[in-house]
Each structure stands twice: as structure tokens, then as C-alpha cells.
């Protein structure tokens, strides 16, 4: 069973549209998070909730929503697409916040804007 | 703020060699926690090893190891016996200890190929 699941695996969308990335871990975990990995594969913390709560906003537009509906679910949300947010966006998940938790990640959703 | 640098933007290896790829970090704390994650073609971000490091003790896993120089700021990742599997994108990652509310920071990847 995949621990981390992302949906879905590809996204091709033009510039202005409003779409949606879901996520679920089955591991128990409290803490979720986004990342977004850029062209140039530079990974980035966008988002991170514990217990369903948001505790890292690292500076994301307001286009970027996420929403936690209950500990194992992590859904982003992205209004209004602009060609710069072409990127390769992570899920992850953590046992809890503390630093020796690892981080298990989804496999990735591949957003393409045109 | 955390920064943490791959200064090894490609590296290759034979098969059955050892390679090793190098990291360093920058942080004013002492309670931290370093790792290394591979990215293969499909995408997937693997754990491969994690060192605490009020360990003095370099983390293994079985091919695995690391080289952790705490003074230096060093944490270099050493692969045995290469095998053509291995061959991903190797990110060094660092996170805060405490409630560091899950924040890695990477560096910017090492790309290894593995020649038959």
C-alpha cells in the first residue's frame, strides 16, 4: 500500500484556470507538508500542518490554498494559474513536527501550465 | 537561516566502485538533524540515511554511509559497491531539531549515473 499518495500524477492546464492537487497518507502521521520542486530541481517548503492546523506558510501566494480536512488529507488548492508555477509539487508527511522525524514523500505531481 | 550546498552538480561512478558526494551546511545551532534523499527518474523522493547530530557515531545502511564532520559543517554521503539501481539524483537535506515544524532544507542535488 503506498504510504503517501498524490493525485493526480500529471497536471497539463492553461494560464488562468483553478486547480486542485489531493493528497493522503495512511501512515498515522500528525504533520503533512508541500513541497515544490522547480525546473532547475530546487526543493522548497511551501506549506506545513500539524494536526490539521497550519504551521508554515513559507511565503506563498495567496493563490496557493491549502486545506487539511482531517489529519490523513492535505489538499492544495491553486487559483488562477500563472506559467511560473510549472513545477514538480510534493506531499510529504511526518510522524510528528520534531526535527529526527523523517519526512516520507508522495511521488510527485507534475503541474504543467500553458 | 539554514543553507546547505552540493558543490557536485554531476558525478559518476563504475559499477561495484565507491563514490562518495559531498555536502555542507551552514547553521548556528546545535540540535539538528541531516539526511540524504534520492531521486530517481520516477520521481520519488527516498530516505537513504539520517544522522543526528549530537551523534558522534557516522550513520550506516548498509551500502551506505556518511562522513559527519561537525566542526567543518561536513556531511558526505559514501556509496559501496555501486550498483546501476543507484543512479538518481542525491539531495542533502538539513532540519532544525525541536519543533522545527518539518522544515528541510536542501541543497541543490547531485546527479550520479552508474556505468556498467
Known amino acids: 500500500d503506498t504510504a503517501v499518495s498524490q493525485t493526480p500524477k500529471y497536471l497539463v492546464t492553461q494560464m488562468g484556470n483553478d486547480k486542485s492537487i489531493k493528497c493522503e497518507q495512511n501512515?498515522?502521521?500528525?504533520?503533512m507538508y508541500w513541497y515544490k520542486q522547480d525546473s532547475k530541481k530546487f526543493l522548497k517548503i511551501m506549506f506545513s500542518?500539524?494536526?490539521?492546523?497550519?504551521?508554515i506558510n513559507e511565503t506563498v501566494p495567496n493563490r496557493f490554498s491549502p486545506k487539511s480536512p482531517d489529519k490523513a488529507h492535505l489538499n492544495l488548492h491553486i487559483n488562477s494559474l500563472e506559467l511560473g508555477d510549472s513545477a514538480v509539487y510534493f506531499c510529504?508527511?511526518?510522524?510528528?513536527?520534531?526535527?529526527?522525524?523523517?519526512?516520507?514523500f508522495g511521488n510527485g505531481t507534475r503541474l504543467t501550465v500553458t | 537561516a539554514q543553507t546547505v550546498t552540493q558543490s557536485q552538480p554531476e558525478m559518476s561512478v563504475q559499477e561495484a566502485e565507491t563514490v562518495t558526494l559531498s555536502c555542507t551546511y551552514d547553521?548556528?545551532?546545535?540540535?539538528?538533524?541531516l539526511f540524504w534523499y534520492k531521486q530517481p527518474p520516477s520521481r520519488q523522493m527516498i530516505l537513504v540515511i539520517r544522522q543526528e547530530a549530537y551523534k558522534q557515531q557516522n550513520a550506516t545502511e548498509n551500502r551506505f554511509s556518511v562522513n559527519f564532520q561537525k566542526a567543518a559543517k561536513s556531511f558526505s554521503l559514501k556509496i559501496s559497491d555501486s550498483q546501476l539501481g543507484d543512479a538518481a539524483m542525491y539531495f542533502c537535506a538539513h532540519r532544525r531539531g525541536g519543533t522545527s515544524y518539518g522544515k528541510l532544507t536542501f541543497g541543490q542535488g547531485t546527479i550520479l549515473t552508474v556505468h556498467p
Open positions: 500542518y500539524n494536526n490539521k492546523e497550519l504551521i
Open positions: 501512515l498515522g502521521h500528525d504533520t
Open positions: 547553521t548556528s545551532e546545535s540540535d539538528y538533524y
Open positions: 510529504a508527511s511526518s510522524r510528528r513536527v520534531e526535527g529526527n522525524s523523517p519526512l516520507h
